[in-house]
T-cell receptor, first 110, second 112 residues
Framework: SQQGEEDPQALSIQEGENATMNCSYK?????LQWYRQNSGRGLVHLIL?????REKHSGRLRVTLDTSKKSSSLLITASRAADTASYFC??????????FGAGTTVTVRA | DTGVSQDPRHKITKRGQNVTFRCDPI?????LYWYRQTLGQGPEFLTY????????KSRLLSDRFSAERPKGSFSTLEIQRTEQGDSAMYLC??????????FGPGTRLTVL
């Protein structure tokens, strides 16, 4: 079973706009991670936020975590065509078993 | 290329046949994971190794599935008597203890 749920399932934006996607999960976590997957390829790790952190930045990415609401958000600013991909949140509850959501498919239009 | 590699990238087989996939992790990583991903879904955990020891297996891993990691280096995932429901992308990842996962490109299995 999948722990996280991403929302929305799909997102289409114009190049230069920001993209925001949300992740909700069910159980306590050690950390939450976001991954990107280009069509038919493996996953690439984007950012990890620990349970005692509230916000983290990496380049054009901003992640927030609200453990009281069991939710996280990923913001991609100034989107580019190369950001077109599926984005997955994954929760790490026991140090070895990442549980992924079903993902948000982002399409950036030129 | 010093990333995680998987072989083959694509495998088409007939129902009932056995298949074996190989994963070569990043050399200094002591942890290795197998995931399965079906279309439109996120990866689902199958099993993981710490060095050569298989420490956890998901209930998704039926007795037709077996994974090994001899000598704590590469790993193989074998599926016996394949079924159409086994069609999926099989992803391998590796990490250091406590580190984030580096994923390979996956092996896409199609069972006819």
């Amino acid at each position: 079973s999948q722990q996280g749920e991403e929302d929305p399932q799909a997102l289409s934006i114009q190049e230069g706009e920001n993209a925001t996607m949300n992740c909700s999960y069910k159980t306590s976590i050690n950390n939450l991670q976001w991954y990107r997957q280009n069509s038919g390829r493996g996953l690439v790790h984007l950012i990890l936020i620990r349970s005692n952190e509230r916000e983290k930045h990496s380049g054009r990415l901003r992640v927030t975590l609200d453990t009281s609401k069991k939710s996280s958000s990923l913001l991609i600013t100034a989107s580019r065509a190369a950001d077109t991909a599926s984005y997955f949140c994954a929760t790490d509850a026991n140090d070895y078993k990442l549980s992924f959501g079903a993902g948000t498919t982002v399409t950036v239009r030129a | 290329d010093t990333g995680v590699s998987q072989d083959p990238r694509h495998k088409i087989t007939k129902r009932g046949q056995n298949v074996t996939f190989r994963c070569d992790p990043i050399s200094e990583h002591n942890r290795l994971y197998w995931y399965r991903q079906t279309l439109g879904q996120g990866p689902e955990f199958l099993t993981y190794f710490q060095n050569e020891a298989q420490l956890e297996k998901s209930r998704l891993l039926s007795d037709r599935f077996s994974a090994e990691r001899p000598k704590g280096s590469f790993s193989t995932l074998e599926i016996q008597r394949t079924e159409q429901g086994d069609s999926a992308m099989y992803l391998c990842a590796s990490s250091l203890e406590g580190g984030w996962r580096f994923f390979g490109p996956g092996t896409r299995l199609t069972v006819l």
